[in-house]
C-alpha cells in the first residue's frame, strides 16, 4: 500500500508556483541589468568600505569618505551615538574605533576637518598642520598644541572649533609629512607659533628649542620671521636677536640678560672649539676666547642619570686640562643669584689675564652674526 509520503512524483498533483521563482530558491529574480552587490549596503559591507576610506589615516574618516565609500547617512548616525563603535571627534569628522584618541590622531583629524571634502587630506594641498601642534610632533617640549593651527589657502573661510584655529595663508608653504601628518617644515611652524603666542618668555624658549633640536638654522628662521612680518614685536625681535648670537636655550638667553647688563666682555656664545691638532674639543655655553674662561651652563634636568652626570665632568676635564677655566652654574642660579655668577666669571677672567701660558684650544669658524644693526 503506498501512503501518501511514498506518493511517486508522476502521481502528484502539479505544484503551481508564482512566477519568477525557481524549485530550489524563493528570492525573487534581479532585474536586468542589477546584481546583488548593486543593493544598498548592509552592515557588513558599510565596515568594509569604512576600513578601507581610514586605512591611510590613523583609523580616521571624514563624513564626505565615508559617504563616497557607500556607507549611508543613517549607519554613521548609529554607530556614532554614545556607547557605539566609532566617535565624532570633530564636526564630520569621525574615529572608527571605541578607545581615546592619541595625539596622532588628534592632530590628523584637525586637517582632516580642515581639508576640502573632496581633496586627499595626505597631500598637503588644502590643509596642513602648523604651530605649535606641528612643533609637538617634532618632539618640542612644553609646547601648547591646543588649539592646533592648520593652514588653509586664502581666500577660503573655515570656522574654527575649541580644538582646531583654522589660518588662510596667501604663502602657502613647502609641506613635509610627519609622523604620517602633513605639516609645515619646522621654520614656519616655529615663526606660526611664535605669531599667535603672547608669552615672551615662551617665545623665547620655544624658538631657541627648535634651533637646539637642529630642525632649522637662526638665518633660516630669521628670513621667515622677516617674510611674516613679525621682526617689528619685541618679543620675538629679541628671540631672533639671542638665536643669531649663538645662545639656544632659555637658560642661555637669561645668562646673556645678566651678562649684558655688566661691564664684562662680550662672549661667544655655544662657539666650537678645536686642539691644535684640529680635534674638537667642546662647545661650552660661553666663551670668552682672549682669556680662555667657559661658562658652562648645566641643567638638572640632563643629569638624572650617572653616565650623564660622568659626561659633563668629562666635558669639564677636557676643557680643563686644555688650560680654560670653567664656570659651572645652573639656570636657577643664574636667575636667583646672578651676582654670585658674574663674580665668578670676573675673578676668573682677572686670573686668566695674569697666567703666562694661554690656553691651548682655538674657536674655530664660529662669528658673531648680527641680523639687526646695533645688536648683537
Given at each position: 500500500m503506498i501512503t501518501p509520503q511514498q506518493t511517486p512524483d508522476h502521481t502528484r498533483p502539479p505544484t503551481h508556483r508564482p512566477l519568477g521563482r525557481t524549485a530550489t530558491s524563493r528570492r525573487p529574480?534581479?532585474?536586468?541589468?542589477?546584481?546583488?552587490?548593486?543593493?544598498?549596503?548592509?552592515?557588513?559591507?558599510?565596515?568594509?568600505?569604512?576600513?578601507?576610506?581610514?586605512?591611510?589615516?590613523?583609523?580616521?574618516?571624514?563624513?564626505?569618505?565615508?559617504?563616497?565609500?557607500?556607507?549611508?547617512?543613517?549607519?554613521?548616525?548609529?554607530?556614532?551615538?554614545?556607547?557605539?563603535?566609532?566617535?565624532?571627534?570633530?564636526?564630520?569628522?569621525?574615529?572608527?574605533?571605541?578607545?581615546?584618541?592619541?595625539?596622532?590622531?588628534?592632530?590628523?583629524?584637525?586637517?582632516?576637518?580642515?581639508?576640502?571634502?573632496?581633496?586627499?587630506?595626505?597631500?598637503?594641498?588644502?590643509?596642513v598642520l602648523t604651530g605649535g601642534a606641528a612643533l609637538a610632533l617634532l618632539g618640542i617640549r612644553d609646547v601648547p598644541y591646543t588649539p592646533a593651527d592648520v593652514l588653509v589657502r586664502a581666500p577660503r573661510r573655515l570656522t574654527g572649533t575649541p580644538e582646531v584655529r583654522p589660518l588662510a595663508t596667501a604663502r602657502w608653504p613647502r609641506t613635509i609629512a610627519v609622523s604620517g601628518i602633513p605639516s609645515t617644515r619646522p621654520v614656519r611652524a616655529a615663526a606660526d607659533f611664535a605669531a599667535r603666542a603672547e608669552d615672551p618668555d615662551r617665545i623665547r624658549s620655544t624658538l631657541a628649542h627648535v634651533v637646539q633640536s637642529g630642525w632649522c638654522h637662526p638665518q633660516d628662521l630669521h628670513a621667515e620671521l622677516r617674510a611674516a612680518r613679525l621682526l617689528t614685536r619685541p618679543a620675538i625681535r629679541a628671540a631672533a636677536s639671542e638665536l643669531v648670537a649663538g645662545v639656544r636655550s632659555i637658560a642661555e638667553a637669561l645668562a646673556r640678560d645678566t651678562l649684558t647688563a655688566t661691564d664684562l666682555p662680550t662672549p661667544l656664545w655655544n662657539a666650537r672649539l678645536y686642539t691644535p691638532d684640529g680635534s674638537f674639543l667642546a662647545s661650552p655655553d660661553a666663551y670668552w676666547p682672549d682669556e680662555g674662561v667657559a661658562l658652562e651652563i648645566d641643567s638638572a634636568e640632563y643629569h638624572y642619570t650617572r653616565d650623564a652626570w660622568h659626561a659633563t665632568l668629562l666635558r669639564r676635564l677636557r676643557l680643563e686640562s686644555h688650560g680654560i677655566l670653567v664656570v659651572s652654574a645652573t639656570p636657577s642660579m643664574i636667575r636667583d643669584t646672578p651676582p654670585q655668577v658674574i663674580a665668578a666669571v670676573r675673578t676668573l677672567l682677572a686670573l686668566a689675564a695674569t697666567r703666562p701660558t694661554p690656553p691651548t684650544a682655538q674657536a674655530r669658524g664660529h662669528q658673531q652674526l648680527q641680523l639687526f644693526p646695533g645688536t648683537g
Open positions: 529574480v534581479q532585474p536586468a541589468g542589477r546584481t546583488a552587490n548593486d543593493r544598498r549596503p548592509g552592515k557588513a559591507t558599510g565596515q568594509a568600505a569604512a576600513a578601507h576610506a581610514a586605512r591611510r589615516q590613523f583609523n580616521l574618516a571624514t563624513r564626505h569618505q565615508l559617504v563616497s565609500a557607500g556607507v549611508p547617512d543613517g549607519t554613521i548616525t548609529s554607530r556614532t551615538r554614545p556607547g557605539g563603535p566609532w566617535q565624532r571627534l570633530l564636526p564630520r569628522v569621525y574615529l572608527l574605533q571605541t578607545g581615546p584618541p592619541d595625539h596622532r590622531q588628534r592632530a590628523l583629524a584637525a586637517v582632516l576637518y580642515a581639508a576640502e571634502p573632496a581633496a586627499d587630506p595626505l597631500s598637503g594641498d588644502t590643509a
